[in-house]
């Protein structure tokens, strides 16, 4: 109902339900994709990931929550080509921000990134490949029991199958174990 642009909204719960503010556009230069919000527990803000729709580049920005109202910094590039499938997730142990993507501007392989949020921007690290094939259907979660970032894709060199691997976040950096597929039919 506004060109598509990206738009963020504030939700107060109140036993089973809830109610809203109003609408902040935070991306306004065309219809956005692929986008993807994680909570920054350590400093308590909002990171929103998605490609832009001009350049086509992956891009993140930090938002911060007011009463029912939210408010968001500069744009944030952390990768300059085509960014597709992006999932986030927060590692509360080490207090970063891991973004993962279809880098289509690298033969479409699945890679990853560490973000570091101070006040209202975001700082990334050197991406990391974490699949050197198509690599589509992206999910991320963090799991807070082994201190680890667990990512799980469609691997299409090798027949889309449904895949997992483990990632281990150092600094501003991360680096991953064996993928190990769990699905030997495709999963979107």
């Not at 919000?37 to 990171?47: A, C, H, L, R, W």
């Not at 590692?91 to 501007?105: C, E, F, G, L, R």
């Not at 970032?149 to 889309?160: H, K, R, W």
Request: charged fraction near 10%.
């Amino acid at each position: 109902g506004n060109s598509q642009y990206g738009t963020a909204i504030v939700g107060t719960v109140s036993g089973t339900s809830i109610s809203f503010g109003s609408p902040t556009v935070y991306q306004n230069s065309g219809a956005l994709s692929y986008n993807s919000i994680t909570y920054d527990s350590s400093n308590q803000k909002v990171v929103v990931a998605y490609k832009n729709p001009s350049s086509g580049y992956g891009v993140a920005k930090v938002g911060t929550v007011s009463g029912t109202s939210i408010s968001f910094g500069s744009e944030a590039v952390f990768n300059s080509g085509d960014s597709r499938y992006i999932s986030s997730t927060f590692d509360s142990t080490n207090n970063k921000v891991v973004i993962v993507y279809q880098d289509n501007s690298n033969s479409n392989y699945g890679t990853a990134v560490v973000g570091t949020v101070s006040g209202t921007s975001i700082s990334f690290g050197t991406e990391v490949v974490f699949e050197s094939a198509n690599t589509e259907y992206i999910s991320t979660v963090y799991d807070s029991a082994n201190d680890k970032v667990v990512i799980v894709y469609q691997d299409n060199g090798n027949s889309g199958y449904g895949t997992a691997i483990v990632g281990t976040v150092s600094g501003t950096s991360i680096s991953f174990g064996s993928a190990v597929a769990f699905e030997s039919n495709g999963v979107y």
